[in-house]
């Protein structure tokens, strides 16, 4: 592989959208015909700002969808539990209204989330984002050696579902009888290793159920403390959708969050997910599988490395 991979597409913009996470994207028409250097490219701005929001793709249907998003890397099916949304495009009405890493309760993380706006609603439904690799490295020095050495149980089964009504539905449109109906923890590491830059990234979120080895008290008080870092306004981006957005985002690197302020009115967005690989922590162990097995969801993937990489966005 040489530079000449990452070479900007002739007609492509790029538009910083915060000085910490998000650029927009101009000047490209996603399908699953791009040329290699232009994905190459794509993958390398991804790395850089986490999240990158690529307007004017109506044209995309959810077959044109999922052979783009099979440019970036290996698709797993749409969800470890949930098949009533579609096999490979999830189907979301709704919002989920908290803060997660996508499918973080498996020990096969999804390395990139491709959402598309399918209907929007005539005001709210806003996106947002926050990364957790600037998070971390904003930590004080204190708070990073004891998040290095911190692990967390992740399943599918606490806070989405908890004290909820077996028949109800999320505000996602999930049911949580479908979503929980098998069980999966996964320990990870506080703090992972991420496998295309190398860069220390905080995993938490939704469906973190307790840190490791700590009573629940002293477990409740360590999440707030790191997530209310990765929650830092300087730290997040809102993006309001308009007919015809994508929004790809490096999963291993932020949390997002779907605000449902919406009302009645319907919010529709289909997403594709890719494989990733097992989470490794700084001393080199990875992800330990408590309960689930996710090898039917997705495979295991390999990192490629990138090309020319020069680091987070917050960095510059």
């Known amino acids: 592989m040489t530079s000449t991979l990452v070479t900007a597409p002739r007609t492509a913009t790029v538009t910083r959208l915060t000085h910490s996470i998000g650029a927009r994207i101009d000047g490209i028409r996603l399908d699953g015909d791009l040329d290699p250097a232009t994905v190459e490219w794509l993958r390398t701005q991804l790395a850089t700002h986490k999240v990158l929001i690529i307007p004017g793709q109506d044209h995309l249907t959810d077959e044109s969808q999922y052979a783009f998003a099979a440019l970036l890397g290996t698709p797993t099916l749409a969800h470890p539990t949930v098949v009533s949304h579609g096999r490979d495009n999830l189907v979301l009405e709704g919002a989920a209204n908290a803060w997660h890493t ?159 302020d919406f009302g009645g009115q319907t919010r529709k967005n289909h997403r594709v997910t890719l494989a990733g690989p097992v989470p490794v922590s700084v001393g080199g162990e990875r992800s330990r599988i408590l309960s689930g097995d996710a090898s039917e969801y997705s495979v295991i993937d390999t990192p490629r490395p990138l090309v020319d990489y020069h680091g987070d966005i917050a960095d510059q």
């Open 102 to 260: 996508d499918v973080s309760f498996v020990d096969r993380i999804p390395k990139i989330s491709v959402l598309r706006g399918v209907q929007l609603p005539a005001y709210g439904g806003a996106t947002e984002w926050a990364n957790t690799v600037a998070a971390y490295r904003r930590l004080p020095e204190p708070l990073r050696d004891l998040a290095d050495r911190l692990w967390a149980v992740h399943t599918n089964d606490y806070d989405y579902a908890a004290a909820k009504d077996r028949d109800a539905v999320d505000s996602s449109g999930l049911s949580y009888a479908e979503f929980t109906k098998v069980r999966f923890e996964t320990e990870h590491p506080l703090v992972h290793v991420h496998p295309e830059t190398g860069e220390r990234s905080l995993l938490l979120g939704q469906f973190l159920s307790h840190i490791s080895g700590l009573r629940p008290e002293e477990s409740t008080d360590l999440v707030r403390i790191f997530q209310n870092r990765i929650l830092r306004p300087d730290n997040t981006l809102r993006w309001h959708w308009s007919a015809g957005d994508v929004a790809i985002w490096d999963n291993l690197a932020t949390q997002h969050y779907g605000v449902a």
